[in-house]
């Protein structure tokens, strides 16, 4: 079961959440899905975290702050000390600069800012991955209800089904390869 894509992609994210905390100096890093009155913390830095990280009301946290609360999206959050937070959405498409073009965002927003969008792409590339693998199982699936359609002898000529299975088979095998792969 470790090898479950489920499991890669927690282990993913978290090496990817402990680099972020080495670079703000061991702080916490946490990745929060947001509802609209309850957060799930999917990923964290470190495996126990203190009890002011877990019991932050992260959807009124971030409604304060003037961000928008997203059903099902993704938040970075690092406590800077126990009063002042960072957060940053984990998003597909790099941050605009400043619009004075001088950088205003401190060196551990940026990080935070970094980490998310290298997270949106993790996402964007499962996100992948899972539909490749519903298509090829959907292929896999025609594939074997045409063989069983093949096998009936009065649907075509021996020679020509024996070459249509043996051209399906091979088919098949590649199919069950790539989804070995994964």
């Known amino acids: 079961m470790r090898n479950s894509a489920p499991h890669r992609l927690i282990e993913r994210r978290r090496a990817i959440l402990r680099q972020a905390s080495d670079a703000l100096r061991g702080r916490f890093v946490t990745l929060w899905r947001v509802g609209r009155e ?3 913390a999917e990923g964290a830095s470190q495996v126990e975290l203190p ?5 932050l009301d992260v959807p009124a946290t971030l409604r304060m702050w003037g961000r928008a609360v997203v059903e099902g999206s993704l938040w970075l959050l690092c406590p800077l000390n126990p009063s ?3 957060v940053a959405p984990v998003r597909s498409e790099v941050p605009p600069p400043s619009p004075t073009g001088v950088e205003r965002r401190s060196p551990e927003r940026l990080v935070l800012e970094v980490t998310g ?3 949106g792409a993790l996402e964007r590339v499962w996100a992948v991955a899972d ?3 519903a298509y090829l199982c959907t292929a896999l699936a025609v594939l074997d209800v045409s063989l069983a359609r093949l096998r009936d002898p009065r649907v075509l000529s021996t020679g020509a089904r024996a070459r249509l299975l043996a051209d399906l088979a091979i088919i098949s095998e590649s199919i069950e390869s790539a989804l070995q792969r994964q």
Do not use: I, M, N, P
């Open 131 to 133: 539909q490749k693998a």
């Open 84 to 86: 002042r937070w960072d």
């Open 117 to 119: 969008v290298v997270l």
């Open 38 to 40: 309850l957060a799930v």
């Open 51 to 55: 009890r002011h990280v877990l019991e």
